[in-house]
């Protein structure tokens, strides 16, 4: 007897407060868990919500609980999991029926599952979330891709469980097949090198400049009360703020510095380079969380580069130009992850609105912060070139705060620390701010090597070649 409104597969960190979620909103979810015994422990422990909780011991049972068009959300991890678990659940569902991907998948698998389904009659919907548990529990941000009627089906449900900003909704359809999927993976390359940046920042002042986690902890507490206001620099301060109850010690000291990744910043960047862009503020974030990994390689090296190589000390530098280096450095990696947005968008026809995307990314997702807000009012205004380092909000923050950047990434490079995305954000500044670079002395090399030919600036004529052999 169908009795629930939506059903749910894979009762995991996400899946359980996402269920919850629902349940809260007043909708009856079916649960279903790969593990059954999951599904009882969780509806036991759900409270007063457990009357919405429909439990699903298999997948026939899950098809009975909903009425056609069913809608199913999976939450269970990339890859195998969801394809195994759609030829498991497909058999119990009927032409029309919809299948919510709503895990962090790679666009292009969601493509093809979309293609493959549909073939099937089927409806595959490829949903981005972003708020980690507790968004998932209280109102993640959530990008939507696929079919537009296949939406409509399930946008009461997904609208009310949302993060709210200024009463909208932080959900939306941004467009058919992968979009969904490939915002959400920008979304994480951009949260990539946010939070590089900030670790950065926070490398110069406690490495290179010797100072204690706790006034570090204010000074980002601080921050977050001006333009840097946001959920990641919140938690930095949080983070730095708290202490390992066992030894004492500041938490982030007993924390091996080896940051893990799952795959969405290096989806970003794979993406980015077949469409023939370069992000490279995100790109040297996950270059970082890779070079993090090879721990014994930088424990030889600290004994065999120093300190003749990398002198310990160098200039100090200001908080306030911290500050608004971070700033800066963070305007250019979102500018960087929405060109790419817009890449996408022109090369798979996808017409996504990147005032949209910004305005669903200000609460609710890991990235919020109150450049979000400037970010979408830049997109609904005037925009040269489409870029939105060129925006005239843009350009003015820009020109207050590069000065500040060029002085932490000098500050840096003199002192020995390294800082990968903060450089490579204003590498991208000065590259974009030159009318004429130097990649002509390249097409002469590549002239000289190997007859690839150029354009001259003087006819403008194509396939030229030099006198080298003269
Ligand atoms: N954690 C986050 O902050 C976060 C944020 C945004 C998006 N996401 C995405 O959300 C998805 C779920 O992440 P999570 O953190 O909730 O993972 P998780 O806590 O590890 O839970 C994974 C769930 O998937 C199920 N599962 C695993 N392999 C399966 C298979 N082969 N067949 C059927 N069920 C399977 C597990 O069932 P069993 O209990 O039977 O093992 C469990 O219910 C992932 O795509 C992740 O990237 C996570």
């Given at each position: 007897?169908?009795e ?14 996402l269920a919850l979620?629902?349940?809260?909103k ?6 279903h ?18 009357e ?17 068009p069913r809608?199913v959300?999976?939450?269970v991890?990339a ?8 030829e ?43 708020g ?20 409509a ?10 993060a709210?900003?200024q009463?909208?909704p932080?959900?939306a ?6 979009a969904g999927?490939f ?8 949260e ?5 940046m900030?670790a ?9 400049d ?5 006034s570090?902890?204010e000074?980002?507490?601080g921050?977050?009360?001006?333009p840097?206001?946001?959920y ?10 708290t202490?390992?109850?066992e030894t004492?010690?500041p938490?982030?000291d007993v924390?091996?510095?080896s940051?893990g ?8 960047v ?10 490279m ?23 065999l ?7 310990e ?15 800066a ?8 992850g929405?060109?790419?947005?817009s ?21 609710g ?8 807000d400037d ?9 040269p070139g ?5 925006a ?9 705060s ?14 020995g620390q ?8 204003l590498a991208?500044y000065?590259t974009?701010r ?15 090597f190997?007859?690839?030919g ?12 030099g006198?080298?052999g003269?």
């Open positions: 007897m169908a629930a409104r939506i059903g749910l597969v894979g009762l995991g960190v996400m899946g359980a407060n979620n629902i349940a809260d007043g909708f009856p979810v079916a649960v868990n790969r593990r059954t015994s999951v599904i009882h422990d969780f509806i036991g422990k759900a409270g007063p919500l457990a919405n909780l429909v439990p699903a011991e298999d997948y026939a049972a899950l098809a009975a609980a909903l009425t056609p809608a959300i999976l939450m991890p890859g195998g999991p969801v394809d195994s678990v759609i498991a659940l497909t058999p119990h569902l009927d032409t029309g029926d919809i299948i919510v991907d709503a895990g962090n998948a790679d666009f292009n698998e969601t493509r093809r599952r979309e293609a493959a389904l549909r073939d099937e009659g089927l409806r595959f919907v490829g949903m981005g979330v972003s980690g548990a507790e968004g998932a529990r209280h109102g993640p941000s959530i990008m939507v891709g696929g079919a537009e009627a296949a939406y089906e399930i946008a009461e449900v997904v609208e009310s469980i949302a709210r900003y009463d909208t932080c959900a359809h941004l467009g058919p097949d992968g999927h915002v959400k993976t920008v979304h994480n390359g951009i990539y090198a946010d939070m590089q900030i950065e920042i926070y490398g110069l002042l406690r490495h290179g010797g100072r204690s986690t706790d570090i902890a000074l980002f507490h921050w977050n009360q001006g840097l206001q946001s990641l620099v919140e938690i930095t301060a949080k983070v730095l703020a202490a390992d109850p004492g010690q938490m982030v924390i091996l510095d940051a990744q799952k795959g969405t910043g290096r989806w970003t794979v993406e980015a380079l077949k469409l023939g862009q370069s992000p503020a995100i790109e040297a974030a996950v270059a970082a969380r890779s070079w993090s990994a090879e721990k014994a390689l930088r424990e030889t090296g600290e004994g580069l120093s300190p003749q190589d990398a002198p000390t160098g200039p100090r530098v200001l908080d306030g130009d911290l500050e608004r280096g971070l700033l450095a963070r305007i250019i990696g979102y500018a960087q929405f060109w790419l947005l890449a996408a968008s022109e090369e798979f026809d996808w017409s996504l609105d990147l005032a949209r995307v910004a305005e669903i990314w200000r609460a997702c890991i990235i919020r912060s109150s450049l979000l970010i979408a009012q830049a997109f609904r205004g005037e925009l489409g870029a939105l380092i060129l005239p909000a843009f350009v003015r923050m820009l020109r207050d590069v000065s500040a950047l060029r002085r932490v990434v000098a500050a840096a490079a003199v002192s390294p800082v990968p995305a903060l450089s490579a954000a991208y000065d974009m030159q009318a004429r670079g130097t990649a002509a002395l390249i097409q002469g090399q590549r002239d000289f190997g007859s690839h150029f354009v001259r600036v003087d006819t403008g004529e194509a396939d030229q070649h006198p080298w003269a």
